[in-house]
């Protein structure tokens, strides 16, 4: 299991990482490490022919699955679909979810959780273009 690591942290910042992507196995919470407000992000991995080992569902959040590399199949409730590298699945809240890799590379994903119905403004309706200097 690979371990989350707190690699800076300011006022109003925080930057976490796990490391290697190609290295990572099992689950990782990002939530604590970063201490989002929002969200919880998870990264997963699943070997070849594994799926996680149970199914669940939501009360009050949705997940959005990003697949980072591998492929698989999703199953939402009774429905079976194919996912690979740059699949995006969104799960409403009660319903059951799970994911199987399929592919002979490992299955990698971020799973986002947050609050059902939540986004209010996003990207432009919420952002504004600032004038500070770059110090990169
Ligand atoms: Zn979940």
């Given at each position: 299991m690979s371990e989350i690591k707190v690699l800076d942290k300011g006022d109003k910042f925080a930057h976490a990482s796990i490391g290697s992507l190609h290295g990572f196995e099992g689950k990782q919470f990002v939530k604590d490490a970063t201490?989002?407000?929002s969200c919880e992000i998870s990264f997963g991995t699943l070997p070849t022919?594994?799926?996680?080992p149970f199914f669940h569902s939501h009360k009050a959040n949705e997940e959005n699955y990003i697949i980072l590399s591998g492929a698989g199949k999703f199953q939402v409730d009774d429905e079976v679909f194919d996912i690979a590298e740059g699949s995006v699945v969104r799960v409403s809240t009660g319903s059951d979810r799970n994911l199987r890799c399929t592919s002979a590379e490992p299955l990698c994903y971020i799973c986002i959780q947050a609050k059902e119905?939540?986004?209010?403004?996003?990207?432009m309706t919420d952002a504004e273009i600032t004038e500070r200097q770059s110090l990169l």
């Open positions: 201490g989002a407000t022919g594994e799926a996680v119905g939540s986004l209010g403004g996003y990207t």
